[in-house]
């Protein structure tokens, strides 16, 4: 079973950056998805960035241009490197998985394993 494991997250100002982590147990080659999602307090799960086994990544428009995802398959590992951050990044992060490939995902949301999450504070 796929086990996720977040950190990286913090309190940071406006404009400033943060890097999550999202560390894999028990990866498995093939058809996997790998992304981030979010949700602020009282409000409703974001899907935020997503990247498949080929390395084809897709953003939030939210996001795009100021988050970046990326994956290293040696130490099985995801990041999501946030640049810009604003106070509506403001959210609790999760990192997810997924055994399909993200194209069939839907929404972009519907992983089946997730992280316990980390916090994200911008002010």
């Known amino acids: 079973q796929v086990q996720l494991v977040e950190s990286g997250g913090g309190s940071v100002q406006a404009g400033g950056s943060l890097r999550l982590y999202c560390s894999i147990s028990a990866y498995t080659s093939g058809s996997l998805c790998l992304g981030w999602v979010r949700q602020a307090a009282g409000g409703q799960r974001e899907w935020v960035s997503s990247?498949?086994?080929?390395?084809?990544?897709s953003y939030a428009d939210s996001v795009k241009g100021r988050f970046t995802v990326s994956e290293d398959k040696a130490t099985d590992t995801v990041y999501l490197q946030m640049d810009n951050l604003k106070p509506e990044d403001t959210a609790m992060y999760y990192c997810?998985?997924?055994?399909?490939?993200?194209?069939?995902?839907?929404?972009?949301?519907?992983?089946?394993?997730w992280g316990q999450g980390t916090q994200v504070t911008v002010s």
């Open positions: 990247i498949s086994i080929d390395g084809s990544t």
């Open positions: 997810a998985a997924d055994l399909r490939w993200c194209w069939k995902l839907h929404p972009e949301s519907d992983f089946d394993y």
